[in-house]
């Protein structure tokens, strides 16, 4: 079976803090996909990024990174200088290879809120 | 915006009624998915259809239904409807093949209300 696991349920830092996001994974599969996704206020789920098994570069974008490690099973996210808009509650996600024409769902974790103070 | 439509927005009603959440996909995404999000049990995926075919199933009541018309739009129908459905409910589409699993991209969610 496959589990998402945010251990962090709520921190707060205050604006221009780094901060990171802890992701831990566990599945069986051999390829498997890895995302995240943020929630603002406003309660839509917007897609941030996808990684796949295969490629344990770490991404950067903008004042985003992430950094795969397979052998701690760990996607965690990091926001470089917070700001006050990046108060929103962010999911983890899993999601294994397609066997199946079609045949596809996401394992969300928990979600930590992430509320940035002024 | 994803591109993603999901209507209505807010559903009060009651316990015992039906009611049904419609949601239209990205264009040229063949692939709808059903999640409801509530407070105790979080995230958790319902139910999947490809090009109008269910694809996979997650932990969906036998009271909720769903299917995806020829024009991919699709339809969540929750009936008997208990107070502990009371809940935001998204719907999402994806591309979608045989290998890579795609980013799914989700719409404003429906937010049902049973009083």
């Known amino acids: 079976a496959q589990k998402v696991t945010q251990a962090q349920t709520e921190i707060s830092v205050v604006e221009k803090e780094d901060v990171t996001l802890d992701c831990v994974y566990e599945?069986?599969?051999?390829?498997?996909?890895l995302f995240w996704y943020k929630q603002p206020p406003s309660g839509e789920l917007v897609f941030l990024i996808r990684?796949?098994?295969?490629?344990?570069q770490n991404e950067i974008s903008g004042r985003y990174s992430w950094n795969f490690q397979k052998s701690t099973s760990s996607f965690n996210f990091t926001i470089t200088a917070s700001q006050v808009v990046d108060s929103a509650v962010y999911f983890c996600?899993?999601?294994?290879?397609?066997?199946?024409?079609?045949?596809?769902?996401?394992?969300f974790g928990q979600g930590t809120r992430l509320t940035i103070n002024p | 915006d994803s591109g993603v439509t999901q209507t209505p927005k807010h559903l009060i009603t009651a316990t015992g009624q039906r009611v049904t959440l419609r949601c239209s996909p990205r264009?040229?995404?063949?692939?709808v998915y059903w999640y409801q999000q509530s407070l105790d049990q979080g995230l958790q995926f319902l139910i999947q259809?490809?090009?109008?075919?269910?694809?996979a199933k997650g932990n969906i009541l036998e009271r909720f239904s769903a299917q995806q018309f020829p024009d991919l739009h699709s339809e969540l129908n929750l009936s008997s409807l208990e107070l502990g459905d009371s809940a935001l409910y998204f719907c999402?589409?994806?591309?979608?093949?045989?290998?890579?699993?795609?980013?799914?991209?989700f719409g404003p969610g429906t937010r049902l209300t049973v009083t």
């Open positions: 264009s040229g995404d063949l692939s």
């Open positions: 599945t069986r599969d051999t390829t498997y996909y």
């Open positions: 999402a589409s994806s591309a979608s093949g045989q290998g890579p699993s795609y980013e799914q991209y």
């Open positions: 996600a899993l999601s294994g290879r397609v066997r199946f024409q079609g045949a596809q769902k996401l394992v």
């Open positions: 259809y490809y090009n109008g075919e269910e694809r």
């Open positions: 990684r796949n098994s295969f490629d344990e």
